[in-house]
């Protein structure tokens, strides 16, 4: 697998510049008119039928609902996401209400698109956000008690970065994105 550390010329700045900090600066807070244009990027962003199956739950420290996160976090999480200046529990609604019965194939792939815009968001704001699954889903689903119809995908932890990218920040070349699933070996490296 190549893997190109710088992208290619042209990519729009906040893309080229974001990255998964291990590290939050703890000073630095999320204020409330900073969650407000967080979740309205995410709120913008397109769905399959404009269905828009996202929610989140949002905790920043010394608040309630962090205190409620915590303890879910997994012990490889905890230190850092800890630090950050805001927790955000993703979720989407796969389910019609009532029922079995699938409510969008497209669910999880729309509740992406939504964290994306966040993420984007966060980077036009000088934060950095890190997505992450290492937590307790069964007792964070216990702890929050969503509807029947809606599914906590993941957690977002978004502050302002207290490292840089490492080093390697290997990604599988534009050519491999377009014969990955037709290729006879993608691991091959040069």
Do not use: K
Not at 130 to 155: G, K, V
Request: with cysteine.
């Amino acid at each position: 697998m190549r893997h190109d550390q710088e992208p290619s010329g042209g990519i729009y700045p906040l893309l080229a510049g974001r990255f998964s900090p291990y590290r939050f600066d703890p000073s630095v807070t999320v204020d409330d008119a900073g969650l407000r244009l967080l979740l309205e990027a995410a709120r913008w962003a397109p769905s399959a039928g404009n269905s828009q199956p996202w929610a989140f739950f949002t905790g920043r420290p010394g608040e309630p609902e962090h205190d409620r996160l915590l303890p879910h976090l997994a012990p490889s999480s905890a230190p850092w996401a800890t630090q950050a200046g805001l927790l955000v529990v993703t979720l989407t609604r796969r389910y019609v209400e009532g029922t079995q019965l699938l409510y969008s194939e497209f669910a999880d792939y729309d509740l992406g698109q939504a964290v994306a815009h966040m993420t984007v968001q966060a980077r036009a704001m000088g934060l950095a956000a890190h997505q992450f699954r290492a937590f307790d889903l069964e007792r964070l689903t216990e702890e929050l008690d969503p509807n029947p119809d809606w599914a906590i995908i993941s957690m977002i932890a978004v502050g302002a970065a207290a490292d840089r990218p490492a080093g390697d920040r290997g990604r599988r070349s534009v050519a491999q994105l377009c014969s990955a699933p037709w290729a006879a070996s993608e691991q091959t490296l040069p």
